[in-house]
């Protein structure tokens, strides 16, 4: 069996030519890898296996989780991509099946555009004001977060009905970890082997999530980047971790152009990447332009955001390969057509970004400023501590319903002397919800409203839960009810009061 070291060592070399090169044109650098990768792969017949594309793609999420830990959220850019989500995948929806495509592939089309470049975003937002920079920043950062969750729904083994018990099984393992390794992380701080250390715990995170298949195992990466990051409170690794960002977007790259499918060549296909490229520009550009004005109100600011993340990230040319290569997309001429789309996308989002003086000026005649009365900071802080609640909630009422199922009569031996106790310290399990609906409790029906949202998801969650461990008697169902309404009644005690204890 021949070696494809050779091909590869000729493929890095055309990878840094090509990569000097369009850096020079004023493209990005990384794409000279990509196509350095394609050309060799095409012409030297090489094949890497799968796992090499699944390891960098999971460096690549550790990267991006830790991006996210180290920006931080902006609470409007975070309802901003919601909003933008939902309008990318309605208006995909839409033009896409008019063109005559499956379901399967306009979802496929439709989570390959939730993501822009953050690479690119960093470089056109250098010459945007101070706000929109933040926002543009913090918009690119969350699409990558939400392309990983959109990518465990396509690839993993989640399903519309096990995706709440995923979010909050999730959440829970991630405020634990991130506990855990806040004091672990005081034993490698400054070490050489810190870096290590945290790629280990992320393919940790990826084996746990892949083991319970709660997610696809790109989210459990994503997660150890995360918790590594906000575990670094001082910075003292991002130095070595950002050369070795630079590093892992390389290789990934060139993995991808030695992976993409390479048919022969259709130019009816090649039209139809060129052709998705541009309505992919046109979709996101609207999506982030609508949903950046929505969340700001200012026309000037948003098409400044949009024109700055107006592509395709490279982390969604993996998307139609893997889709592929699983199966879920039949035809290997449409993987080829649709793996370039991103590409294409990138190539000409530079040319795009040129043009935002003249987009600039027609919006800011045509469309006048929105008043935005939303308190994104207080509602982020309930969505938030809402999931992280719910989690919490789930992890007290699992641990005593399978106490109960599996002692019966004999649990009470061991539930009574420390039932004070439970009651004492449960206040710390929503003491951070009660605070943040404290900040809007003028809203007394969006309060009454979160709570009772809380009960159902943690109610569904623990019962679809406690099948899987132990039998579901009716006791232990009157249990996990009287349980949980005891604490939302007490946490709506609290916020009735007007003091807090």
Request: proline letters at 3%; hydrophobic letters at 60%.
């Given at each position: 069996?021949?070696?494809?070291?050779?091909?590869?060592?000729?493929?890095?070399?055309?990878?840094?030519?090509?990569?000097?090169?369009?850096?020079?044109?004023?493209?990005?650098?990384?794409?000279?890898?990509?196509?350095?990768?394609?050309?060799?792969?095409?012409?030297?017949?090489?094949?890497?296996?799968?796992?090499?594309?699944?390891?960098?793609?999971?460096?690549?999420?550790?990267?991006v989780?830790?991006?996210?830990?180290?920006?931080?959220?902006?609470?409007?850019?975070?309802?901003?991509?919601?909003?933008?989500?939902?309008?990318?995948?309605?208006?995909?929806?839409?033009?896409?099946?008019?063109i005559?495509?499956?379901?399967?592939e306009?979802?496929?089309?439709?989570?390959?555009?939730?993501?822009?470049?953050?690479?690119?975003?960093?470089?056109?937002?250098?010459?945007?004001?101070?706000?929109?920079?933040?926002?543009?920043?913090?918009?690119?950062?969350?699409?990558?977060?939400?392309?990983?969750?959109?990518?465990?729904?396509?690839?993993?083994?989640?399903?519309?009905?096990?995706?709440?018990?995923?979010?909050?099984?999730?959440?829970?393992?991630?405020?634990?970890?991130?506990?855990?390794?806040?004091?672990?992380?005081?034993?490698?701080i400054?070490?050489?082997?810190?870096?290590?250390f945290?790629?280990?715990?992320?393919?940790?995170?990826?084996?746990?999530?892949?083991?319970?298949?709660?997610?696809?195992?790109?989210?459990?990466?994503?997660?150890?980047?995360?918790?590594?990051?906000?575990?670094?409170?001082?910075?003292?690794?991002?130095?070595?971790?950002?050369?070795?960002?630079?590093?892992?977007?390389?290789?990934?790259?060139?993995?991808?152009?030695?992976?993409?499918?390479?048919?022969?060549?259709?130019?009816?296909?090649?039209?139809?990447?060129?052709?998705?490229?541009?309505?992919?520009?046109?979709?996101?550009?609207?999506?982030?332009?609508?949903?950046?004005l929505?969340?700001?109100?200012?026309?000037?600011?948003?098409?400044?955001?949009?024109?700055?993340?107006?592509?395709?990230?490279?982390?969604?040319?993996?998307?139609?390969?893997?889709?592929?290569?699983?199966?879920?997309?039949?035809?290997?001429?449409?993987?080829?057509?649709?793996?370039?789309t991103?590409?294409?996308?990138?190539?000409?989002?530079?040319?795009?970004?040129?043009?935002?003086?003249?987009?600039?000026?027609?919006?800011?005649?045509?469309?006048?400023?929105?008043?935005?009365?939303?308190?994104y900071?207080?509602?982020?802080?309930?969505?938030?501590?809402?999931?992280?609640?719910?989690?919490?909630?789930?992890?007290?009422?699992?641990?005593?319903?399978?106490?109960?199922?599996?002692?019966?009569?004999?649990s009470?031996?061991?539930?009574?002397?420390t039932?004070?106790?439970?009651?004492?310290?449960?206040?710390?399990?929503?003491?951070?919800?009660?605070?943040?609906?404290?900040?809007?409790?003028?809203?007394?029906?969006?309060?009454?409203?979160?709570?009772?949202?809380?009960?159902?998801?943690?109610?569904?969650?623990?019962?679809?839960?406690?099948?899987?461990?132990a039998?579901?008697?009716?006791?232990?169902?009157?249990?996990?009810?009287?349980?949980?309404?005891?604490?939302?009644?007490?946490i709506?005690?609290?916020?009735?009061?007007?003091?807090?204890?």
């Amino acid at each position: 069996m021949n070696s494809p070291l050779g091909e590869i060592s000729i493929t890095i070399l055309l990878g840094v030519l090509f990569a000097y090169l369009f850096d020079r044109v004023g493209f990005p650098p990384f794409l000279g890898f990509f196509l350095a990768g394609a050309i060799v792969g095409k012409l030297g017949a090489v094949n890497l296996p799968d796992v090499y594309l699944q390891i960098l793609l999971s460096l690549v999420a550790f990267e991006v989780g830790r991006g996210l830990g180290i920006s931080g959220l902006s609470p409007a850019a975070f309802f901003a991509v919601i909003l933008e989500s939902a309008l990318i995948i309605s208006l995909s929806m839409l033009l896409f099946k008019l063109i005559g495509l499956t379901l399967t592939e306009v979802l496929i089309i439709a989570i390959m555009m939730l993501s822009s470049s953050s690479i690119l975003v960093n470089r056109f937002a250098q010459v945007l004001p101070t706000e929109a920079r933040a926002i543009a920043l913090s918009i690119t950062t969350l699409e990558d977060a939400v392309l990983f969750f959109a990518i465990s729904l396509l690839f993993g083994k989640t399903t519309i009905e096990n995706l709440p018990v995923n979010i909050v099984v999730v959440t829970a393992v991630s405020v634990v970890a991130l506990a855990v390794f806040r004091y672990v992380y005081r034993l490698i701080i400054g070490r050489e082997y810190a870096i290590p250390f945290a790629l280990a715990i992320a393919f940790g995170f990826v084996y746990v999530v892949q083991y319970f298949q709660i997610a696809s195992p790109f989210l459990g990466a994503f997660i150890g980047g995360y918790i590594f990051s906000r575990a670094d409170t001082h910075g003292v690794h991002i130095k070595e971790a950002t050369a070795l960002s630079s590093l892992i977007i390389y290789l990934y790259m060139l993995v991808v152009g030695f992976s993409i499918p390479m048919p022969a060549v259709n130019p009816l296909f090649i039209a139809l990447s060129l052709a998705t490229a541009l309505l992919a520009v046109f979709v996101r550009v609207t999506a982030v332009f609508l949903s950046a004005l929505f969340t700001t109100g200012q026309p000037r600011f948003s098409i400044n955001v949009a024109t700055a993340t107006a592509h395709i990230s490279e982390l969604s040319i993996t998307i139609p390969i893997v889709a592929y290569r699983l199966g879920v997309l039949k035809n290997a001429e449409l993987a080829f057509a649709l793996s370039t789309t991103p590409i294409l996308t990138l190539f000409l989002a530079p040319l795009f970004w040129r043009q935002r003086s003249l987009l600039e000026k027609y919006v800011a005649k045509r469309i006048r400023e929105l008043k935005i009365a939303v308190a994104y900071e207080k509602l982020y802080k309930v969505v938030t501590h809402f999931f992280i609640t719910t989690a919490k909630l789930v992890v007290f009422t699992l641990v005593i319903a399978i106490v109960v199922s599996y002692l019966g009569i004999f649990s009470l031996v061991l539930l009574i002397p420390t039932i004070y106790y439970l009651i004492k310290y449960s206040r710390y399990i929503y003491i951070d919800l009660l605070l943040a609906l404290r900040e809007i409790e003028q809203a007394r029906y969006v309060s009454i409203m979160v709570l009772v949202l809380t009960f159902a998801l943690a109610s569904y969650v623990v019962f679809a839960l406690i099948v899987k461990v132990a039998e579901l008697h009716h006791y232990i169902a009157l249990l996990v009810v009287t349980v949980l309404t005891y604490l939302l009644i007490a946490i709506y005690k609290e916020l009735s009061s007007n003091t807090t204890k």
